[in-house]
């Protein structure tokens, strides 16, 4: 079986970070694993507190993971301090795993700044350029080309200098922009436009987790970059037409929806 991990933050809730990662590695068809960075205490409508994690406990465990099971893909959702970015970096140039996604969180859904002011530039010295492919929505982009994006020829332009800062790859998502969610992807060559439609819900927490996590389960599983983005983004869709109305916030995506369809019929195991 093919294998992915996840190096980003807990989220007690459920819907995003290390859980959600998980859920989508498992529903993409891959073993996950993970390396906690930061415990968070958090609901559908909050972040009530954080609790980073002590830099040598993340070193020991990406070790304890690399030193014994091969790792097809990674993933890299909160880094909150230019410390652990410069931890997780040390590990990652230590083992080069052939693909990594970075997903570069910086604010919750509930408006929580997750990654401090002084890490940016860590980050974008330190993690864009080991990245295979970075997946920034249109404010997480702002931030790290220090340029507002307001249009499709914007969008263009920000993948360019996310390229030019040493990522191999964008995807830019578009759904904060007004109209239909459209992503764009561009490989340093070429760009593909992803098009999409705004599924009316609010559940939509852990979208972005969700997304990057099953952009990397597909590259594990040996699919190119496009169609791994394409893959995840078909995923994605029916995770947030059947999100779950859980909590009064903004509730989790279904991450496994056909998995609960047939359970509920049923099918599994010939019930």
Known sequence: ???????????????????????????????????????TAQNTQEVRSIQNIDNEVIKDQMEAVFDDIRVDAVKIGMLSSSVTIETVAQSLNKYRP???????????????????QEAIQSLKENMIPLA??????IPEAEVLINRLIKTEE?????????????????LLKGGHLSGDPNDLFYDGDSFHWLYGERIQTKNTHGTGCTLSSAIAA??????????????????????????????????????????????????????
Not at 154 to 169: N, P, T
Not at 238 to 249: D, K, R, V
Not at 251 to 269: D, I, K, Q, S, V
């Open 1 to 39: 079986m093919r294998t992915a991990l996840t190096i980003a933050g807990s989220d007690s809730g459920g819907g995003a970070g290390i859980q959600a990662d998980l859920k989508a590695f498992s529903a993409n068809g891959v073993y996950g694993m993970s390396v906690i960075t930061a415990v």
């Open 98 to 116: 052939k693909y990594i996604v970075l997903d570069p969180v910086m604010v919750s859904k509930g408006g929580h700044h997750l990654l401090q």
């Open 132 to 137: 295979t492919i970075i997946t920034p929505n």
């Open 154 to 170: 914007d969008m263009m332009d920000a993948c360019r200098i996310l390229v030019e800062h040493g990522a191999k790859s964008v």
């Open 218 to 271: 597909n590259l594990a599983k040996g699919h190119s970059l496009i169609e791994s983005v394409d893959f995840a983004k078909k995923y994605i869709k029916l995770a947030i037409e059947h999100s779950l109305p859980l909590g009064h916030g903004h509730g989790p995506t279904n991450h496994f929806y056909e998995l609960y369809r047939l359970a509920e019929e049923g099918r599994l195991m010939n019930q």
